[in-house]
């Protein structure tokens, strides 16, 4: 091949730079490959003949700027483990739809439908988790373990140890187990998750449908992300390929640095579509501590329900730019109740760090050890003032109460008065319509927002805990009746799951 000829070969790949070609050449002297990946051109000559095109070895890598996920994987391979778990349950005549991942439950509902034989059912699940400690310490979710009547761990090198739960925090979807290996295990260090950027490489390793230690790759592709799991949502959002069975494993950065937990994924289908979510490192390191000494974890309450501070009403609050979180309802005789927070109060500080977002307020509070004393700021007819609270503590059967979105596809909040002026609605109690999701099943039906929600299946609804008692009651119905005020009328709506 001539000089010209290689430099038209050259000046073609850098018009093409996101395409990989290949092309080889036999003979002494040739060019055997022109590539481009990544937009970084890769152009190997050889001179002592044909060379294999995978001889590419983690230096070569290294010295083209790329990520060295060969020694990544074999350093924090051995410190994640596959995470079995088998409980038994009772099973009824007409049970047609599979329970669990065990494949012989699936088989007869399948097959024989009503015919399924009857009483106690062994389900399996598989999940994944990674070691923390020497002593045989595994982080792995709550969703992985809950339920679980025996648990087994499976180590890198195929053993398999009993283990049992030291400490699980639904909330937060975080649970600790142990085994007792006999020997001191590879752990895996927890790194600084704040530190992470948008666009920056990492790697999750796990058994996504029970495929032992699969790795996968790509980028962090936004932080901060509420998914509608709770009111501590606070995700890390990846296109690094997470599927059933990678609940639990690490999310890894180029440091070799555990940042988050892998959790959860979106889609429609049950498999990987490139949107994948993790607990963040940092939230882990918080509540580690507490799993392990108490096996549970305690939280800071101060009884108040707020949500998100609108651009419209920032504006009829004469905030700006908008920020904080609108209390909405308070928990009679609560923390913020004694200590003068009011309906309509806006909450900006809380222990002197800022509330950007209705969504900060609750994580703060929580990291807040209950019985201490802290200041509140707010913002009330347009005036700042501080307020001093004594934090409570959040009984397991307390939420923080925020706008609550569900599979029904509507997201429904507390009405205000100011939030009432906003929408131009009547003002009084019960909830309002704040979003409709296109496409759902509240969408469907005819459900707005803006829609002022009165009833649900005939029975009464004024605060966000009849619309979570109503909904979780209603849960089997085929259908939901609502009864909302749209303006100076009211109508019935019946909504198909």
Do not use: C
């Not at 390191?285 to 998100?308: T, Y």
């Not at 994580?363 to 409570?392: H, M, N, W, Y």
């Not at 929600?453 to 209603?474: F, G």
């Amino acid at each position: 091949m001539t000089a010209e000829e290689e430099t038209n070969m050259a000046r073609a790949a850098e018009q093409h730079p996101v395409r990989t070609k290949i092309i080889t050449v036999v003979g002494f002297g040739a060019l055997v490959a022109l590539a481009s990946l990544g937009g970084v051109n890769l152009l190997a000559r050889y001179d002592g003949g044909v060379q294999p095109l995978h001889a590419a070895s983690s230096a070569n890598a290294q010295a083209q700027g790329l990520p060295d996920f060969i020694s990544l994987a074999k350093k924090l391979g051995p410190s994640v483990v596959n995470v079995s778990t088998s409980s038994v349950r009772g099973s009824t005549r007409n049970q047609r739809t599979p329970r669990g991942n065990d494949p012989a439950e699936e088989f007869w509902q399948r097959f024989f439908g009503d015919r399924a034989p009857r009483g106690p059912q062994r389900q399996s699940g598989v999940g994944s988790g990674f070691i923390v400690d020497s002593d045989g310490t595994i982080l792995t979710n709550y969703h992985v373990v809950d339920g679980a009547q025996k648990l087994s761990v499976t180590l890198a090198d195929g053993k398999s140890y009993d283990a049992k739960v030291v400490g699980r925090d639904e909330k937060s979807d975080i649970a600790v187990i142990k085994i007792d290996a006999g020997r001191s295990l590879p752990a895996a260090p927890l790194g600084d998750s704040d530190r992470l950027e948008v666009g920056e490489w990492v790697m999750a390793i796990g058994n996504p449908f029970g495929l032992d230690h699969t790795v996968t790759s790509g980028i962090v592709s936004a932080k901060g992300r509420n998914i509608g799991q709770g009111p501590y949502d606070n995700f890390i959002q990846t296109d690094a390929s997470i599927n059933p069975g990678n609940s639990g494993g690490p999310l890894i950065n180029l440091r070799g640095e555990v940042i988050g937990i892998n959790t959860a994924i979106y889609s429609q289908s049950g498999g990987n579509v490139g949107i994948g979510f993790a607990i963040p490192s940092n939230s882990v390191k918080e509540l580690l501590p507490q799993l392990r000494d108490k096996g549970k974890v305690v939280r800071g309450f101060i009884g108040a329900s707020v949500q998100k501070v609108s651009p419209e009403i920032a504006e009829s609050l004469n905030i700006n730019p908008p920020r904080g979180a609108l209390v909405a309802d308070l928990v009679k005789g609560g923390p913020a109740e004694r200590a003068g927070v009011k309906t309509g109060d806006v909450i900006i500080e809380f222990d002197r760090r800022p509330i950007k977002d209705s969504a900060d307020l609750p994580q703060q509070v929580a990291r807040v050890a209950p019985g201490s004393a802290v200041q509140l700021k707010v913002i009330r007819d347009g005036k700042e003032t501080s307020l001093p609270i004594t934090v409570g503590e959040m009984k397991e059967t307390e939420v923080a109460a925020t706008a609550q979105e569900g599979e029904l596809g509507l997201t429904v909040q507390p009405l205000t008065p100011q939030l009432a002026e906003s929408l131009g609605v009547e003002r009084g109690e019960g909830l309002v319509i704040s979003a409709v999701t296109p496409g759902s099943a509240a969408d469907e039906a005819g459900l707005r927002a803006g829609d002022v929600v009165v009833e649900i299946n005939r029975q009464a609804v004024k605060t966000l805990a009849d619309y979570k008692r109503e909904i979780a009651r209603n849960d089997k119905a085929k259908s939901v009746l609502f009864l909302v005020r749209r303006g100076q009328s009211s109508l019935f709506l019946a909504l198909k799951r």
